[in-house]
């Protein structure tokens, strides 16, 4: 079993950014592709981005293409979302999820999920 554990949420004023953390322990070795999803009052989880090492692979919503960047330091099990030119819309509990498999990013096809951190973005 994998333990994720979010940090670096908070109140951020539009157009301002935010670094969130995720930290990774347990059967690390078990996974290959670490992600982001968001989810808002009243909407359902959506994804963020995510990045596939074993495909050198990174993925984005269009939603935050061009302001967010997902990235890994390997030795320290960590997966790192830069936030950038927040908008409101970006108001959310975020998410740090983790699988094994192919290019696929539902919810439902990860297994490990952290326990949230909420991003707030005022206008």
């Known amino acids: 079993q994998v333990q994720l554990v979010e940090s670096g949420g908070g109140l951020v004023q539009a157009g301002g950014s935010l670094r969130l953390s995720c930290a990774a322990s347990?059967?690390?070795?078990?996974?290959?592709?670490m992600g982001w999803f968001r989810q808002a009052p009243g909407k359902e989880r959506e994804f963020v981005a995510a990045f596939g090492w074993s495909f050198g692979r990174t993925s984005y919503a269009d939603s935050v293409k061009g302001r967010f960047t997902i990235s890994r330091d390997t030795a320290k099990n960590t997966v790192y979302l830069q936030m950038n030119s927040l908008k409101p819309e970006d108001t959310a509990v975020y998410y740090c999820?983790?699988?094994?498999?192919?290019?696929?990013?539902?919810?439902?096809?990860?297994?490990?999920w952290g326990q949230g951190t909420q991003v707030t973005v005022s206008s």
């Open positions: 347990g059967r690390t070795f078990s996974m290959n592709t």
């Open positions: 999820a983790a699988k094994t498999g192919g290019p696929r990013y539902l919810p439902d096809d990860f297994n490990s």
